[in-house]
């Protein structure tokens, strides 16, 4: 309690230090249009594969429909019709006493975290009126084609550390920490390949990815190997546990955006189906050992967890391929993050935790994304996502139930209960968050939220 405590008035510092108001004297995007065009073609397609893009790095449908409707309103379309999905996005407006339609569809590539970042300043000159409605396709299609910062070896590097660092969360011993970090290695290297292959069989490398990871943890088991089985079978899978997924349904469901919202639980309850599928068909080879899903003591001590925050968002930053100058606020995130949730156990107990970690974290993700140097929002929270770990829990009731114990629906239960919690954390702070609005923002800054 003492160490959560002092993180987060060290991260209170640090917030306070930086938060100085200045002018926002905006980045007028080179050869940009000056005046906002017509209701024409070219604000459609702009409208549209902006949509696009926004759904496949991961906003929910509210906010990709308000930051449309921005643009439209900077290009002189103020009443467009604006339809968002997960799988589509459609913009319509009626221009010379006809109606004109942009769609597309989305949800196909998800895009890296560099490549959000560049997208987000994107959109941020559009809503300004300060970049042409066709730079901002070819913009969109030059960020899609960008090559990520860091290669394969460093992707995988940074894997084997995200699988580290959520382990020793997880409580796994030495031994344990060892065989997840081979077994980070293995998964980061087959995920790899996965992106060799066309995105349709992805599910399929999914099913091999958890299956293999699976086949280990229980052969050591069955080996009489004294193992920690749920760090070892669930931080290795980390980075395909749709935690954020199931979050922003809830978030959709509780915001009236219902198809959507239901349209990304049935997708990440399916994500764990697959996970789970790929656990069953080791366990049949191998067979099952009890699960012990309560959290254990950290081998490293009361410091543990606190050095795995840096270790597990450094792997994030690595493996999914943010700006380098993005690590740091991604750290401070996390911990503000982290710190809140261990004082919210201490406090209100496990599954409100979740929530007093998500509401400590999104006002101070919006701040962040109003600095100069500071990643949009959507950045620097994902992790915490994965950190907070709603997915994991999940992973282990639906293996269990798949096997036919009963006892795993008892899992499955308090998954939800923390999903629900943590969608109610982030709408508190979104709610907290606007309060941050209010003040002028740094130069360059961009919050996707806003």
Not at 128 to 137: H, K, Q, S
Not at 167 to 185: E, K, M, N, P, R
Not at 240 to 248: D, Y
């Amino acid at each position: 309690m003492v160490v959560a405590l002092a993180v987060l008035a060290v991260a209170s510092i640090v917030v306070l230090r930086i938060a100085r108001p200045t002018t926002d004297t905006g980045r007028p995007d080179e050869g940009a249009a000056g005046t906002p065009v017509g209701p024409d073609a070219d604000v459609l397609v702009a409208m549209a594969v902006t949509g696009e893009a926004l759904i496949d790095s991961g906003f929910d449908v509210t906010e990709v429909q308000a930051d449309l409707d921005k643009m439209g309103r900077a290009y002189g379309v103020p009443n467009a019709e604006i339809v968002v999905l997960p799988t589509a996005v459609l913009v319509s407006a009626r221009a010379g006493g006809q109606l004109r339609t942009g769609v597309v569809s989305s949800g196909r590539v998800r895009l890296r975290l560099h490549q959000t970042e560049e997208l987000v300043d994107v959109v941020r000159g559009a809503q300004a009126g300060a970049v042409d409605p066709r730079r901002v396709y070819d913009r969109i299609v030059a960020i899609r084609a960008q090559a990520p910062p860091f290669g394969p070896s460093l992707q995988l590097v940074g894997h084997v550390l995200t699988t580290v660092g959520l382990a020793v969360i997880l409580g796994a011993s030495w031994l344990g920490l060892a065989v997840s970090a081979c077994l980070g290695a293995l998964a980061g290297v087959l995920l790899l390949l996965g992106k060799r292959i066309p995105s349709r069989f992805e599910a399929l490398m999914n099913v091999a990815t958890s299956f293999a990871v699976a086949l280990v943890v229980l052969l050591l088991v069955r080996l009489g190997v004294q193992l920690d089985v749920l760090p070892c079978l669930v931080a290795p899978l980390v980075i395909l546990l749709p935690g954020a997924l199931l979050t922003t349904s809830v978030i959709e469901l509780v915001t009236g955006q219902m198809i959507s919202g239901a349209g990304r639980l049935a997708a990440g309850a399916a994500q764990l189906v697959l996970l789970g599928v790929g656990i069953l068909a080791a366990a049949a080879l191998v067979g099952v050992p009890a699960i012990d899903v309560t959290a254990a003591p950290s081998p490293l001590g009361p410091a543990g967890p606190w050095v795995a925050v840096a270790v597990f968002g450094t792997g994030i930053v690595l493996n999914q391929c943010a700006r380098p100058t993005s690590l740091g606020w991604i750290l401070l995130v996390l911990y503000v993050a982290y710190g809140a949730q261990v004082l919210g156990g201490l406090v209100f107990g496990g599954v409100l935790s979740a929530f007093v970690g998500a509401a400590a974290m999104t006002p101070l993700a919006a701040f962040v994304a109003r600095q100069k140097t500071g990643p949009p929002t959507i950045v620097s929270f994902t992790p915490a996502f994965w950190l907070l770990v709603p997915g994991a829990l999940g992973l282990v009731g639906v293996a269990a139930l798949l096997n036919g114990d009963t006892s795993g629906m008892s899992v499955v239960t308090t998954t939800v209960e923390t999903m629900v919690a943590i969608a109610v954390g982030v709408m508190v702070g979104r709610a907290l968050s606007l309060f941050i609005a209010d003040r002028p923002a740094s130069p360059d800054a961009a919050d996707p939220s806003a």
